[in-house]
DNA sequence: GTCTATAATACGATAGAC
DNA sequence: GTCTATCGTATTATAGAC
């Protein structure tokens, strides 16, 4: 057994996973995202997830060795997909349609991956111990690019003048609430547990809200 | 001393407090509110609140019984003030003033307020454990009570056609954003810590958003 | 790789003197 | 009312057999 232990190691390079691995840390990684995503960080325990896992304690801490490395393993895993709907947005695009899809698609994330909205949430409320140098690179960057795109569309009189970083916080502040609060959302429009039939409306209001007029002095036009 | 205590407590009715009793829990309330809105409920420490109201732990379990006694005290504390800024929209005011002076409000609550937003989001984003029946009850038939203000407003055609409750939801969602996601606000755009300048050019966006015209097919007119 | 048993500690809450 | 000392438990993490 160790023999055939040691060939498995020297067939395989340096950093590479067995299948059985690769399989354990998915299943790790899936419960975990439940539970830190229902209870937050320090509500989280490594029993619960252990056992949404159907694992033992120490197995689980054979492949994370300790529960932040589970929580930074999550949160490093979701950066990529929180920046893929805002890389999308094209300069050469009419702004309707930009700023349209655009929504759509973090609408569409919020209704798919509502615990992923809501680690992320989880990590930005308190204080984003682990992704504060994500946010003053990476995203700011992307925002300072994209925003630019949206200031030409200003000076070319397509769009209203106002700070378009402010306008990017608007939208994703908007989508994500159906998903970070979501529980407020349900309650005070009586619906039950399960129920998201609210995105069609959601989805209705946002479009007039951003591409339409909503109010004005002289009515919505 | 037995003599004094039983005299002093024949003087006050049941349920009254002595000046140091209501001194004592107001230290302890601020104290919590800093921890809680800060690290969340599990995130915070008994000892921790205790420091920040330079007060033993055990003598603070002598105001409150529990942790949890704390935090429901901070959080209905906090759902009139929640509530507030809404009760305020009049049905016989201007859709304009009424909507804009009710972003304004809530604006002005995020800038205000940041720790008390921190701790409401918390609670929604843990499945609002404590706070459920108010959303279901008394916040259900205020932004019913809202909302149909606002369909009035609609049926008017002062504005455009949308369920007024997500109008609501909007608001909430952009003006919270500046206190509950204060962290990323700032990163994103290379401010400090406790830099709040952004607070006027959200003022300035919103406005555009809500009261204007951002964008449309034929620009924002 | 997986398990049982357990170490080590952090934390909520109580006892009891003053 | 306030304190020191401490209990009981929950929880992260490790030791070591298999």
Redesign the interface.
């Known amino acids: 057994m160790t023999g055939n232990a040691k060939l498995r190691a020297a067939e395989k390079p340096t950093g590479s996973k067995t299948r059985i691995q690769k399989e354990n840390e998915t299943r790790i990684l899936r419960a975990a995202l439940d539970v830190f995503s229902?209870?937050?960080?320090?509500?989280a325990t490594l029993d619960r997830i252990a056992s949404e896992a159907s694992m033992s304690k120490p197995n689980l801490l054979y492949y994370f060795k300790s529960k932040e490395e589970i929580h930074i393993a999550l949160l490093t895993g979701l950066l990529d997909v929180w920046l893929a709907p805002l890389r999308e947005i094209r300069p050469d695009g009419d702004?309707?349609d930009e700023?349209g899809s655009y929504i759509r698609r973090k609408l569409e994330s919020s209704h798919s991956f509502p615990r992923e909205s809501?680690l992320f949430?989880?990590e930005?409320?308190?204080?984003?111990p682990h992704i504060?140098g994500f946010?003053?690179t990476e995203?700011?960057q992307l925002?300072e690019e994209k925003a630019a795109i949206l200031q030409g569309?200003i000076d070319q009189?397509?769009?209203?003048?106002?700070?378009p970083?402010?306008?990017l916080?608007?939208i994703?502040?908007?989508t994500?609430?159906?998903a970070?609060?979501s529980?407020?959302?349900r309650?005070?429009?009586?619906l039950g547990p399960g129920d998201k039939s609210?995105f069609d409306?959601?989805a209705?209001?946002?479009d007039?809200?951003?591409?339409?007029?909503?109010?004005?002095?002289d009515?919505?036009?």
Request: hydrophobic share 45%; glycine share 12%; net charge positive.
């Open positions: 229902e209870s937050g960080f320090h509500g702004p309707v700023i809501r949430a989880n930005i409320l308190a204080g984003a504060g946010l003053q995203l700011k925002v569309w009189g397509r769009m209203a003048p106002c700070d970083r402010h306008v916080f608007a994703w502040s908007t994500q609430h159906y970070d609060f529980v407020q959302v309650h005070v429009l009586g609210y409306e959601a209705r209001m946002l007039t809200l951003f591409l339409g007029q909503l109010i004005s002095r009515g919505p036009g």
